[in-house]
């Protein structure tokens, strides 16, 4: 059965001067445009396609690959605003629509939002920035240290809201986070907690840092200051973001590998910088 709004997988029925025709089963024959067909395709072969549909609501082939599927949620820009909505850019030649009703807030021209693909009552591809309708606090088949797509969204008084894996609200909080993050934002994170309510606590680092990573960034911060000739302007008391930028992690895990360092008496601790030890 023919998936509209995602990839499937076609036989090649034929081939000819202005494309090939797929076998679109009940929905009957689709043509792919000649631009589109890989070279060498030849009747019975098995292609994969995007499925979208057309003003009428007819079905339409596609190798291109959009930005996001049915039922996923992207940061797509606004290409026009017209009497009948809007319509977003997607990756694909045909622009997205959004209805009036499925506008959160009167979108412009130029903008971003943060857009979710649906299927109207006529079977048509369309998009919403009404994300709340379909995202809900729901943490089924989701545990504490499972890894998970995070789509930044709205900044709260506690942190950031995410939206995990296309379906689910989380939150990320604000004195845990280490780096700037942008609405609109693909990240990796992880579970930290589920609460009885079912909302969702998450943090942009692997939990339980294991010592032998610990090592590893403690000799990265031996490295670092061995090519600075033994002193380093980072300290316990640096910004977050500057060490996530030399580092790449928390300023959390960057304390712990000093502290280690210190332990073992291979740095000094200064107000402004920590120096190596000779």
Not at 7 to 14: A, R, T
Not at 35 to 59: H, N, W
Not at 95 to 100: M, R, V
Request: hydrophobic letters at 40%.
């Amino acid at each position: 059965m023919l998936e509209i709004g995602r990839q499937n997988q076609l036989i090649v029925q034929e081939t000819g001067t202005h494309g090939a025709i797929l076998d679109g089963g009940q929905r009957g024959r689709l043509l792919l445009p000649l631009s589109q067909c890989p070279k060498r395709i030849a009747p019975g072969d098995l292609l994969e396609v995007f499925i979208y549909t057309d003003a009428e609501g007819e079905p339409v082939a596609t190798t291109r690959q959009p930005a996001i599927e049915l039922g996923q949620v992207g940061w797509l820009e606004v290409a026009e605003v017209n009497s009948l909505g809007a319509f977003v850019t997607w990756g694909l030649p045909k622009d997205l629509f959004i209805p009036f009703a499925e506008q959160q807030h009167m979108l412009r021209k130029g903008q971003h939002a943060l857009v979710r693909i649906y299927t109207d009552k006529q079977g048509r591809i369309a998009g919403s920035t009404r994300v709340d309708h379909w995202i809900k606090d729901d943490a089924s088949g989701l545990q504490p240290g499972d890894e998970v797509s995070l789509l930044i969204a709205d900044e709260t008084e506690l942190g950031v809201k995410a939206i995990i894996n296309h379906r689910s609200w989380g939150l990320l909080y604000r004195n845990e986070l280490f780096r700037q993050l942008r609405k609109g934002q693909q990240v990796t994170g992880y579970i930290k907690q589920v609460r009885p309510d079912d909302k969702i606590d998450l943090s942009l680092e692997k939990p339980g840092f294991s010592k032998g990573r610990l090592d590893t960034l403690g000799e990265r911060i031996i490295e670092q200051l061995e090519a600075g000739g033994g002193q380093l302007a980072l300290t316990d008391k640096s910004p977050p973001d500057a060490i996530y930028a030399t580092f790449g992690v928390s300023k959390k895990m960057f304390k712990q590998a000093l502290g280690a360092l210190y332990k073992q008496r291979r740095i000094t601790l200064h107000e402004q910088y920590i120096k190596l030890v000779v």
